[in-house]
């Protein structure tokens, strides 16, 4: 199937900090990127849509300035958690989908944990 | 909005077969999909369903019926291996620039036991 990577695999951060989270589609163009949270044995929650070269959708409940993404090129988008608190902390995943990929399927980073101390 | 639903847990022998139930509600279906995550792991694509029927894929098979907004997932020969959370996804057509997304269910926990 398809592959995404994601970067970094974990961080640890001081509360206040700024954090962010690269994901790459590697062999396929991603006209679409999806940013999910999950929360210890919860199940993924959708935080964000983005397109290629467009503002991202947020999901209701997320705060935009909070949480940056960037979608500046078909293989690259990014997610910046601003001033990050403790609350925070969670395990975020990326997912693409994109040109050339049977059935539209999303296919996922390895996700990034995000510890903020 | 979507209402996804499975179990929460289940737990079979090796070498069994385990059906996972999911039903959804939804006002535009466009797909359903399985994926298989392992504890502190991404989710990793098994199965994808936009008509009504079974795919089989290996020891994996996945069921769906637009009309009763119910899928099923079907393990068999279970292995070790196969313990993990299954995650029934729906997509939703949806407006605008967000296109279709996914909307996931709570997952299902499959323990296998020798």
């Known amino acids: 199937g398809a592959v995404v990577s994601q970067h970094p695999s974990w961080v640890i951060c001081k509360s206040g900090t700024s954090v962010k989270i690269e994901c790459r589609s590697l062999?396929?163009?991603?006209?679409?990127m999806f940013w999910y949270r999950q929360f210890p044995k919860q199940s993924l929650m959708l935080m964000a849509t983005?397109?290629?070269?467009?503002?991202?959708?947020?999901e209701q409940g997320v705060e935009k300035d909070k949480f940056l993404i960037n979608h500046a090129s078909l293989t690259l988008s990014t997610l910046t958690v601003t001033s990050a608190h403790p609350e925070d902390s969670s395990f975020y995943i990326c997912?693409?989908?994109?040109?050339?990929?049977?059935?539209?399927?999303?296919?996922f980073g390895p996700g990034t944990r995000l510890l903020v101390l | 909005g979507q209402n996804i639903d499975q179990p929460t847990e289940m737990t079979a022998t090796e070498g069994a077969i385990v059906q996972i139930n999911c039903t959804y509600q939804t006002s535009g279906f466009n797909g359903l999909f399985w994926y298989q995550q392992h504890a502190g792991e991404a989710p990793t694509f098994l199965s994808y369903n936009v008509l009504d029927g079974l795919e089989e894929k290996g020891r994996f098979s996945s069921f769906l019926s637009r009309s009763k907004g119910y899928s099923y997932l079907l393990l068999k020969e279970l292995q070790m291996k196969d313990s993990a959370s299954y995650l029934c996804a729906v997509r939703e057509v949806s407006r605008g620039a967000a296109g279709n997304k996914l909307t996931f269910g709570g997952g299902t926990r499959v323990l296998v036991k020798p």
């Open positions: 062999d396929f163009q991603a006209t679409t």
């Open positions: 997912s693409a989908r994109g040109q050339g990929v049977p059935g539209e399927t999303q296919y």
């Open positions: 983005s397109n290629e070269g467009s503002k991202a959708t947020y």
